[in-house]
């Protein structure tokens, strides 16, 4: 049975939801799912953007064959070809031999590298700045490399003035029968998970997003369809201004994340006793335990917020492994110009804070607020100025800055 939804006049939404997916890319916990999309167009000639993951294929092919309604499918646009996007292409070349694939020369060879089929007859290869029109509609490309793949691009249609936009603007979680974003409260429900998507999947490549929307900038918007979440038709210049904070690293809101690691509890008191310090002063804090909170969203928040506190025990002569795994990760997302403070916590010899600062210091624009504030084994009666002290620091310059 078919399941799409109209967007304009004559192109529909094809794509499907995977709700009983749990571990998205086998990464990022993604517990309300997540959609793929695909968007077919009815004019003189039919075209496709983009096919979908294996797992909702059996509801896409309904949907398209149900919106062609016995016309053939002339031609698929692809804008990336990673799989969750593009592993039904083979089965979509075999119910529809002749189609034709619309796609840059990068993306000739991935699909020669995942698919046998013949794709020399079938590729209608585009270049930046290249054209194509199915009819009343005309169509510009817009190389997109790094967002995130190297052969990513996006797609304009100049009469709908649409942006077909890849896995840009997309988010995690599935659609539950809204299509639009102005159907739901968008800021409310999902922005954190737009954020959580775009930090850890595209979030190292701020300069290439940056360098992208500024191309697409030269067109007049009036609709974004993404490949994950939902079509924006309304208010789209205040999503574009918040992928425009995250691709530069600028923090949405003055506050302080606290992550600790703390294996009998003495870490994450000192981690509670800074946020109520702080919380008396107005700072808004968020405090994570990062043996329980999987890295993705920690990293989302880091992302959001203007000032970090790490707090770690020191394991094995190292920097306890919860705590260093998500160091690496934030390290490798490319995170910067936040301001930044350590707790660290040894019974012998700690080493933590040393180490953090180590692996931190090759963020661009990290501001350490202090050397280390030291624990050995928890918190004495007298170490209470010094933490208060470090309070006062962060919260002089939350507010200042």
């Known amino acids: ?79 990336h070809m990673e799989p969750d996007h593009s592993a039904t292409l083979c089965e979509l070349v075999r119910r529809y031999p002749d189609v034709k694939i619309v796609c840059n020369s990068k993306m000739v060879t991935m699909i020669k590298q995942y698919f046998t089929f013949d794709i020399d007859s079938h590729a209608v290869v585009v270049d930046e700045g290249g054209t194509f029109s199915s009819g009343k509609h005309s169509f510009t490309f817009i190389n997109a490399p790094m967002v995130h793949w190297p052969e990513v691009m996006f797609t304009y249609d100049a009469a709908a003035k649409i942006l077909f936009s890849a896995d840009a603007f997309g988010m995690f979680g599935a659609l539950d029968g809204a299509l639009f974003a102005d159907e739901v409260d968008f800021e409310r429900d999902h922005l954190d998970e737009a954020r959580r998507y775009y930090t850890n999947i595209v979030g190292k490549y701020g300069l290439q997003v940056t360098n992208a929307l500024k191309k697409a900038a030269a067109f007049d918007i009036q609709m974004v369809c993404p490949l994950h979440g939902y079509v924006w038709r309304k208010n789209i210049g205040w999503f574009i201004d918040k992928y425009m904070k995250w691709a530069s690293y600028e ?48 990293i989302s928040d880091i992302f959001k917020y203007s000032h970090v506190v790490f707090a770690a025990t020191t394991y094995n002569m190292g920097v ?50 202090n050397e280390k504030f030291t624990l050995k084994s928890s918190m004495k009666e007298e170490q209470m100025g010094d933490l208060r002290a470090l309070a006062d620091t962060i919260a002089q310059t939350v507010k200042n800055e």
């Open 1 to 79: 049975m078919y399941c799409v939804r109209k967007v304009t006049d004559d192109i529909y939404w094809v794509g499907g939801n995977d709700r009983r997916l749990m571990c998205f890319e086998g990464v990022y916990d993604v517990p309300r799912g997540v959609s793929y999309n695909s968007y077919l167009l009815l004019d003189e000639k039919t075209v496709l953007f983009d096919t979908v993951d294996k797992a909702v294929a059996e509801v896409f092919f309904e949907n398209v064959e149900h919106v062609l309604a016995g016309r053939t499918l002339d031609y698929v646009v692809v804008h």
């Open 251 to 298: 923090p949405e809101e003055k506050g302080v994340v606290i992550a600790y690691s703390s294996v009998y509890g003495h870490t994450a008191n000192a981690a509670d006793t800074l946020a109520c310090l702080l919380g008396e002063q107005g700072v808004k804090t968020v405090v994570y335990d990062v043996s329980v909170t999987a890295e993705s969203y920690i």
């Open 320 to 369: 306890f492994i919860k705590m260093e795994n998500l160091l690496h990760d934030l390290v490798e997302h490319g995170i910067q110009n936040r301001s930044t403070a350590l707790i660290e916590n040894g019974t012998w010899a700690p080493q933590s804070g040393r180490l953090m600062k180590e692996l931190l210091s090759s963020c661009k624009g990290f501001r350490f607020l």
